[in-house]
């Protein structure tokens, strides 16, 4: 799988997260609470929406699935003037990221495994302690093995 390096520049972010863990994985809740109310936000920056994950700096170091992360569903945003009730903020701060563009059905997970056991360990970078996400565009059906998104992992140089 082809990757590319970009670095990001940092993004004003509104949405709603749970936290949770691989066995009980609450997207689905997530995002059935955020997208009804994803019009309340008025001064987005594009029709895109960003899932986002926040690791303890240990997660990966003391894998296990049972770990818990919060999980977001965001929109990027001009600013944080307007905040719609039940939504919070999130200052993506910006760095390296390895980008990954994937087509196939969220439910398979053998992209992460990919970046995480082979690209990862051969490539020149070391996992960073920032937010991991993906950005969920006008190609992305949910569940659906035609659907397209962009996964973006943290990376600092070896």
Do not use: C
Request: proline share 6%; glycine share 6%; aromatic share 14%.
């Amino acid at each position: 799988m082809e990757s590319r390096i970009e670095n990001l520049k940092e993004k004003k972010l509104i949405g709603q997260r749970l936290k949770m863990n691989l066995i009980s994985n609450l997207t689905g809740q997530l995002w059935g609470q955020f997208m009804p109310r994803r019009k309340e936000v008025r001064n987005n920056l594009t029709e895109e929406f960003i899932s986002m994950q926040v690791y303890d700096p240990l997660y990966f170091k003391n894998f296990d699935p049972t770990n818990e992360f919060e999980k977001w569903a965001l929109v990027e945003v001009s600013d944080f003037e307007t905040l719609p009730k039940g939504m919070e903020p999130f200052t993506l701060e910006g760095g390296l990221y390895a980008v990954f563009d994937y087509k196939g059905t969220s439910a398979d997970r053998s992209i992460f495994q990919y970046i995480y056991t082979e690209w990862l360990p051969n490539s020149e970078y070391h996992l960073d302690d920032r937010p991991h996400f993906e950005v969920l565009g006008e190609k992305y059906k949910n569940n659906d093995p035609d659907s397209e998104e962009e996964i973006w992992i943290p990376i600092k140089n070896k």
